[in-house]
């Protein structure tokens, strides 16, 4: 069992910056693929980043390349995602999530991940 908390979520104004990270217990974090999503109330959840076992490569949904950066710290046991530019309609509860699955492919799609957090909420004001 892995066991993931959110924290760094809060209410920032347009254009500003947020980092948010998930830190792990129970599980070394590098034997897991990593992602984000996010979700607002009444809508899907959606993808927003993700990151392979060693951060070698990263995976950002379009609505966020450019301006959200995902990275891990595995002797940290803990993942990053730094937000710029913010929007008001990047206002969501963001979740980090845990996969075992190796393929790329994969990472896109909540359902291939085995652990989820709590979720931070982030609400960017106009």
């Known amino acids: 069992q892995v066991q993931l908390v959110e924290s760094g979520g809060g209410l920032v104004q347009a254009g500003g910056s947020l980092r948010l990270s998930c830190t792990a217990s129970?599980?070394?974090?590098?034997?897991?693929?990593m992602g984000w999503f996010r979700q607002a109330p009444g809508k899907e959840r959606e993808f927003v980043a993700a990151?392979?076992?060693?951060?070698?490569?990263?995976y950002y949904a379009d609505s966020v390349k450019g301006r959200f950066t995902i990275s891990r710290d595995n002797a940290k046991n803990t993942v990053f995602l730094q937000m710029n530019s913010l929007k008001p309609e990047d206002t969501h509860v963001y979740y980090c999530?845990?996969?075992?699955?190796?393929?790329?492919?994969?990472?896109?799609?909540?359902?291939?991940?085995?652990?989820w957090g709590q979720g931070t909420q982030v609400t960017v004001s106009s």
């Open positions: 990151i392979n076992r060693s951060g070698g490569n990263a």
């Open positions: 999530a845990a996969t075992v699955t190796y393929y790329s492919s994969s990472y896109y799609t909540d359902s291939s991940y085995n652990y």
């Open positions: 129970g599980r070394t974090l590098s034997n897991y693929g």
